[in-house]
């Protein structure tokens, strides 16, 4: 039996708990929003269209802040055409996903939604095609209280209060060959900095992100970053991290080290972005903005192009269905966003709905819960106050895929009332024994021990299996004169919940 101990103490804080990390991302990108937000007709719709049962789960679910509308979808969208009377609004084409945009469900919809939700907008302007006159259009129609044009229109279209959006993401993974309109840094950087210095003309308090790396497997990631932020530095708040992960090849070993990766992508990022900094002599530093992370079977995709072969609206796309192993991969890279909120504020799942989302619907029918959704909801519910920096003293293995990985993985938050501790075992065959000083967090009892496991690491919630895995109380936690001990099934995702 594996065994592991960890030490923590409430002087050991990292930063503070961002609300902004337990993030989601909305895209127009198959049924995320029609037949999964929106759905006029749904027994659970309400007047405007959008699924209550949906609502219910996001609310469950936790998401604080939510990316929109995309994703490559923003790099072909005219905002224009996403508001005002919607028997008036054009239908176009979507050369991202090759799909048919109807434009049901546009901005001043959208942030509706986002009002049953409780969730804050984080919204993206295309600068891959079009570039900064309608950025500041869309921020004038958007924010502006009233009186001009646009937030006269704005008004007229009924919608009196400005959205007051405060993040604004300068468009999506400009390095991509894939994204219509992509750039080189040069280009893109100059076009980043001109945009951001127009907008925060307009309002100085807005925040900026910035495009970064696709990925850390692109050719020029590092030097995409470092090019950028040398033209925009002083414009901007944030550059972005996208990161998708997924087994390969039966190497689940590797897949559960996942997050060490998330940690190298970050390391880098913030280093470039310092580097830049310390050459501008600068005093601001720039903070990372997490806004795509997942686990996308995304090799499997690039596979199979069915879903392109026609123009279709809301084809079912990416509709990726989650092991238990997945979602132990999903609650280890949210711990790592936490264990790195000193420098990562801001973080989007990306999707929310059907598409590599946590959550699936059926045309019609019913709305539930993928493995995922589970350390997502339950780390957004228990995490708050400070994240604490764990000491790990645990076994290690090789990946072939990521190096020496620490077979138990853990992160802890405390505010002045409880504490929280999120822990994960990568073994693939073994309990492990783990033991937990929490005399430094002065905690005195456990109010909830939850596991998520399966004899089956492959099992999986489907429609007709909906609550075929979700999470468990771990009967084997106990608490005595500070010290916590407990079992974590192999290949699994724990929590603690501590006052």
């Given at each position: 039996m594996p065994r592991a101990h960890i030490e923590l103490d409430r002087q050991a804080v990292i930063a503070p708990v961002r609300r902004r990390t337990f993030g989601s991302f909305v895209e127009h990108l198959g049924r995320c929003v029609y037949t999964g937000l929106y759905e006029p007709g749904h027994p659970s719709a309400n007047d405007e269209g959008f699924r209550m049962d949906v609502v219910e789960l996001v609310r469950e679910l936790g998401s604080t802040t939510i990316r929109y509308p995309g994703g490559n979808f923003v790099s072909g969208f005219r905002w224009e055409d996403s508001v005002g009377p919607r028997e008036k609004r054009p239908v176009r084409r979507d050369l991202a996903w090759r799909s048919i945009e109807s434009n049901q469900v546009g901005l001043d919809e959208f942030a509706r939604w986002l009002k049953l939700t409780g969730s804050e907008l984080m919204l993206a302007v295309n600068v891959a095609t079009r570039g900064i006159l309608p950025a500041l259009d869309l921020l004038e129609y958007a924010n502006h209280p009233s009186g001009t044009a646009l937030s006269d229109l704005r008004i007229a279209n009924g919608t009196p209060d400005p959205h007051n959006v405060r993040m604004w993401c300068l468009g999506n993974e400009m390095d991509g060959p894939w994204q219509t309109g992509f750039m080189t840094a040069d280009d893109y950087g100059k076009l980043a900095a001109r945009t951001a210095a127009a907008m925060k003309r307009a309002d100085k308090d807005l925040e900026l992100v910035v495009c970064g790396s696709s990925g850390s497997d692109m050719p020029t990631f590092g030097d995409w970053e470092r090019t950028v932020l040398e033209h925009a530095y002083d414009h901007v708040d944030y550059v972005s991290c996208h990161a998708y992960y997924q087994e390969h090849d039966g190497d689940l070993g590797s897949f559960l080290?996942?997050?060490?990766?998330?940690?190298?992508?970050?390391?880098?990022?913030?280093?470039?972005?310092?580097?830049?900094?310390?050459?501008?002599?600068?005093?601001?530093?720039?903070?990372?903005?997490?806004?795509?992370?997942?686990?996308?079977?995304?090799?499997?995709?690039?596979?199979?192009?069915?879903?392109?072969?026609?123009?279709?609206?809301?084809?079912r796309q990416l509709e990726d269905t989650y092991t238990v192993a997945d979602a132990v991969v999903v609650g280890n890279l949210l711990m790592t966003l936490l264990k790195r909120s000193d420098r990562v504020t801001s973080a989007s799942l990306a999707q929310l709905v059907n598409v590599i989302a946590p959550i699936m619907t059926e045309p019609g029918g019913p709305a539930w819960r993928q493995t995922t959704f589970y350390p997502f909801s339950i780390t957004s519910r228990l995490a708050s106050g400070e994240v604490i920096r764990p000491v790990i003293e645990a076994p290690v293995y090789e990946t072939a895929r990521h190096g020496e990985a620490s077979v138990i993985d853990a992160v802890a938050t405390a505010d002045e009332d409880r504490a929280a501790v999120f822990l994960v075992n990568r073994d693939l065959a073994e309990t492990a024994q783990v033991t937990i000083d929490v005399r430094g967090l002065g905690s005195s009892r456990i109010d909830e021990a939850v596991t998520l496991a399966d004899s089956d690491v492959y099992a999986k919630n489907t429609l007709d299996k909906q609550d075929r895995?979700?999470?468990?109380a771990n009967p084997s936690a106990t608490l005595a004169d500070g010290l916590l001990t407990i079992e974590l099934p192999p290949t699994s995702w724990t929590a603690i919940a501590l006052r």
């Open positions: 080290a996942s997050a060490t990766d998330m940690d190298y992508f970050i390391d880098t990022v913030v280093a470039t972005a310092d580097h830049v900094g310390h050459k501008k002599r600068s005093h601001k530093k720039i903070d990372v903005s997490f806004d795509e992370w997942n686990v996308w079977y995304l090799k499997e995709h690039q596979e199979s192009e069915e879903a392109y072969d026609e123009w279709r609206h809301a084809p895995v979700t999470p468990a």
